[in-house]
């Protein structure tokens, strides 16, 4: 057993990340109320992958961390598409807390039981987002308004400077993609929007932002679900950098890019588009050697998208409601499998099984309850958890009422967060960890078809043992010093010395107008090497002007 | 041993009989299975070494009967399902919740219009056709084989992404009976292009065949407010023969 004790000074700090997360839960899920699907039984399978991840996502974690810092892993998924995005992430966290605050609403848990997964978890998460948002140096997207910048200058340069300006076919081509990958997303992940993720946006002058689609998981891969149906799927992973002139876009913590207008394909002034995975260190352009043929590219991969999404529709329609639940738990349960990925510790079999202890609730949560219980735990806050006390207001829904005039009657004072007892200081009456003896504690079943083909990566098809010996192989420059100490507050003041320099050439090495540039580049020099291209730059490519070239 | 979560100072009533009666049946279980375990027993180690003694998979079951029993007498219905498989494989348990359709008396609606809805986005044209009312996965199959026909606005029940995934862009236009202009749906339909309305009320039920107008060039609805802002106007669904 362990001999881990928390201090006042890691208990406060834990309190209050844990009050912080749930406020951003809650402002989240405030615009999500429908939480039904024809297709899908979601509440059940949003409800019931809760438990999984409490009791096992602090294991499998642990062993990830104990080859991989955080921090390093924060590092890769900045560098990349690699799995762990700013809504996997988020869910890593939030699905294990809400796990929690199930089993204490069910009787079966104090706040302060298990007291240092809890922490393990919190703490994992907050040094995974601090690292993957090092320049903006937040936890939250909410924290600075939805706005969730990842990307650092000598990436965003690339991007900036390769993206083809949009024609009617590329803006067309652009739109048809985005919106049969975020449909067939929405598919693979079970009506969830685990496998969609944003970056953005980014300034580019004038009225010009530039956000970045991803897609992932597209291709055969950890869903068993996708063997055969995604065979003709090429990329696992796909990115899309989108320019846009006159378009707000935000991206919340769920990594969704709004609009405003939310129509706003008309205002999409360039095109790039991407693939890479964890097996990458940088991203492969694809489709980039001229707006003809990334046009065309698009179009082949839009055709690609539905093929299998009407094949995956079929498939998903002949499955039992059991397999169905189990299905979508096992996507939410795969938030948390990157650490494992990237620390080439992945085994299937680790993340296609129901836990026998979440197994116990299957026929209590049955659609209806499941539902409700969402409702009360999760978005009014009611119940047994409630709040600590009646002079609690939550800074949510008392915001909504004082917005709205004051009017009506006070909000309930509900509280989802489960904060941690202080008495924890004095009296060391708690369990430490869920799993007394590790993940070999966590036994159960399955119903779903293992996963039978490999693994779709840019380097090929791979298999499992393949995969994670590539993995533990896996070395670049920009994870070793000095370039991974090279940020965006060093480039500022040392943008002249070599180290920088050859950053920014790595970085660019597959840029088709920057390769060989250097840390020198300003956003001047981009428009200039543009028109020496034979292209425009942004700044002359509005979307009046387009409408004049059209008339 | 008694449960320590047993008996709080106060609590704040569920928002349901359900999530009442489910709460109280896991207490009651909870309870009862400590006790079993004698003086001895203490928490700490019963948390989780013995959590399958405080619930077991038994319990669950047996929860789940008592539950919809009493759920039953008090409610005088079937549990509400939202998924169609659910209620395919437990007729016995499950109603689907799109079934329980609730109808609008908007006495304040001008004539011949039958229904209102929160437009996602701003389209450049209101949109006449002809309504398909699509509620059944197997009708999504078909369509899926058949085609959608050419001017026609879907009617659906489902907010979701996927139960109209492979057809959605074959529609004019689309009137959704549930969701709001975040939900999966909306975000799909804009990235297509198709015009949707979400959240639609209607003072009675669409039927396949006839023709509507939706005034999709509506003001698409303000998200924020959900927070408290101004709720924009929401656009109106016609009937073409009532209006005229």
Not at chain 1, 37 to 59: G, Q, T
Request: charged content about 25%.
């Amino acid at each position: 057993m362990s001999d881990w004790r928390i201090d006042e000074q890691q208990l406060l700090q834990l309190n209050s990340h844990l009050q912080r997360t749930d406020d951003v839960l809650i402002h989240n899920c405030l615009t999500r109320t429908a939480q039904e699907s024809k297709l899908f039984p979601i509440m059940p399978y949003l409800m019931m992958c809760f438990y999984d991840a409490y009791y096992r996502f602090p294991d499998l974690l642990r062993e990830a961390t104990s080859i991989m810092s955080p921090e390093d892993m924060g590092r890769r998924a900045r560098e990349v598409v690699c799995g762990a995005t700013q809504v996997t992430t988020w869910g890593t966290l939030n699905f294990y807390l809400n796990g929690r605050t199930n089993l204490i609403r069910a009787g079966l848990l104090r706040p302060e039981d298990n007291l240092e997964d809890l922490c393990f978890m919190v703490d994992y998460h907050h040094r995974f987002m601090r690292s993957y948002h090092r320049s903006s140096a937040q936890v939250w997207a909410l924290d600075s308004g939805d706005i969730a910048q990842s990307h650092e200058e000598r990436q965003l340069q690339v991007f900036e400077a390769d993206a083809f300006e949009a024609d009617s076919a590329l803006r067309s081509a652009a739109a048809k993609f985005t919106a049969a990958g975020t449909q067939y997303s929405f598919l693979v992940h079970c009506e969830s929007r685990v496998g969609l993720q944003a970056s953005g946006p980014y300034g580019l002058g004038e009225r010009r932002l530039m956000h970045t689609r991803d897609f992932t998981k597209l291709a055969e891969c950890d869903f068993s679900w996708l063997d055969g149906v995604a065979d003709g799927v090429t990329y696992d992973n796909l990115s899309l950098v989108l320019i846009t002139d006159g378009a707000g876009i935000e991206i919340s913590d769920f990594g969704t890019a709004y609009s405003s207008p939310e129509a706003y394909q008309d205002k999409i002034t360039g095109v790039g588009l991407y693939t890479s995975d964890f097996l990458c260190d940088r991203y492969v352009p694809v489709g980039m050697d001229s707006a003809k043929q990334l046009t065309e590219t698009l179009l082949q991969l839009t055709e690609e998208l539905k093929v299998a999404t009407r094949r995956l529709y079929s498939r998903f329609s002949e499955m039992t409601n059991d397999q169905m639940v189990e299905a979508g738990i096992y996507v939410y349960f795969q938030a948390a499998s990157i650490g494992t990925h990237l620390a080439g510790t992945y085994r299937q079999k680790d993340w296609e099984f129901i836990d026998e202890r979440t197994r116990r609730f299957w026929p209590v949560f049955n659609e209806e309850y499941s539902l409700d219980a969402y409702v009360d735990n999760f978005a009014a806050l009611l119940g047994e958890n409630a709040a600590d006390t009646d002079y609690y207001l939550h800074p949510v829904s008392y915001g909504v009422w004082r917005r709205g005039g004051a009017k009506g009657p006070m909000p309930t004072p509900g509280r989802n967060a489960s904060l941690v007892p202080s008495h924890v200081l004095d009296s060391h009456d708690y369990s430490l960890r869920v799993n007394a003896n590790g993940l070999a504690d966590a036994r159960g079943t399955s119903s779903l078809p293992a996963k039978s083909t490999p693994y779709t990566f840019v380097q090929g098809k791979l298999s499992e043992d393949e995969m994670n010996a590539a993995a533990r192989a896996w070395s670049s420059p920009l994870a070793q010093s000095p370039w991974k100490h090279i940020d965006e507050r060093t480039v500022k003041f040392h943008w002249q010395e070599p180290e920088v320099d050859a950053l920014y050439r790595y970085s660019q090495e597959r840029s088709r107008l920057l390769a060989g540039r250097g840390a020198s580049l300003r956003r001047a020099d981009i428009d200039r090497i543009r028109r020496e291209a034979g292209e425009r730059a942004w700044s002359e490519v509005t979307v009046e002007a387009r409408a004049e070239v059209a008339a | 041993m008694t449960n320590p979560m047993a008996n709080p100072k106060w609590t704040l009533p569920e928002s349901s009989t359900l999530s009442r009666l489910t709460r109280e049946a896991l207490f009651r279980t909870v309870a009862a299975n400590l006790e079993k375990l004698g003086p001895d027993a203490t928490w700490a180690d019963t948390v989780n070494g013995r959590t399958l003694d405080l619930l077991s998979a038994d319990d669950g079951k047996r929860i789940a009967e008592e539950v919809f029993e009493q759920f039953q007498m008090i409610e005088g219905r079937k549990l509400f399902a939202g998924c169609e498989v659910a209620l395919k494989e437990r007729p016995d348990l499950y109603v689907l919740r799109s079934a329980a359709e609730v109808l609008e008396e908007r006495l304040d609606w001008p004539e011949g219009v039958v229904g209102d809805g929160d437009n996602v986005f701003q389209a450049a044209a209101d949109i006449e056709g002809e309504v398909l009312v699509v509620r059944e996965v197997s009708e999504v199959d078909r369509l899926m084989r058949d085609g959608v026909p050419e001017g026609v606005i879907g009617v659906i029940d489902d907010a979701g992404g996927t139960m109209t995934a492979p057809i959605l862009e074959e529609f004019e236009g689309v009137i959704c009976l549930a969701g709001t202009v975040r939900s999966h749906l909306a975000i799909i339909s804009r990235e297509f292009g198709v015009p949707v309305l979400m959240g639609a009320r209607l003072k009675r039920p669409l039927v396949n065949g006839e023709r509507v107008r939706v005034s999709y060039t509506a003001a698409a609805q303000n998200v924020d407010a959900y927070f408290g802002d101004t709720v924009n106007p929401r656009a109106e669904v016609r009937t073409i023969d009532e209006a005229a």
